[in-house]
């Protein structure tokens, strides 16, 4: 079986942000199968005999603040969730763009390569920055292994949903 992305499907809009979700699908002869389809006919010891099967999935919340974008990931940015992603961070940009990394919990080396073509992007077309902050440990560990250390900022209080009401 072969793992590709599911189409992507905006979510309600709370006020000021955005969602987007993308979750995992697989193709078995030519129909298509959600992973959670998929999960549920593995064996209940395949889950630790909880009898519970997790499709993991990738979301991303957007805020617009004066002058800045803060993004935010949630979830596991991996080969199948990174498609597309740095064009949606290109999209998003325009001055400085924050990528919050508190809620990711995995991210592989398609998640890094789409942060760096956006990142590359972004510079190019005079679009402003991109900058991560807040990353987990795991995730931490993935930027310094591949020399992007550099990047990760701290967290500025005026990036805070509360310093800005209702975003702009």
């Known amino acids: 079986m072969e793992f590709e992305p599911s189409e992507r499907r905006p979510l309600a809009r709370p006020m000021g942000r955005s969602t987007i979700l993308v979750t995992r699908c697989c ?3 030519g129909s298509m199968v959600q992973l959670t ?8 010891a395949t889950f630790g005999g ?3 099967p997790v499709a ?36 998003v940009a325009g001055s400085t763009l924050v990528v919050d990394l508190s809620d990711l919990t995995f991210m592989d080396c398609s998640g890094i390569d789409a942060l760096v ?5 972004i510079l190019a077309n005079g679009q ?4 991560v902050t807040r990353p987990t440990a795991i995730v931490r560990k993935a930027l310094e292994t591949v ?9 500025s209080p005026d990036w805070n949903e509360e310093s800005h009401p209702g975003g702009r």
């Open 27 to 29: 193709t078995n002869g």
């Open 37 to 44: 389809d998929l999960l549920a006919t593995l064996s209940p």
């Open 117 to 121: 073509l956006a990142r590359n992007r």
């Open 50 to 52: 909880n009898g519970f």
């Open 147 to 155: 020399g992007l250390g550099g990047w990760i900022v701290g967290w």
């Open 56 to 91: 993991f999935q990738f979301s991303f919340t957007t805020r617009d603040l004066p002058d800045i974008h803060v993004v935010t990931f949630h979830g596991e940015l991996d080969i199948v969730s990174a498609d597309g992603l740095a064009d949606a961070l290109v999209e």
């Open 128 to 131: 402003g920055q991109l900058v």
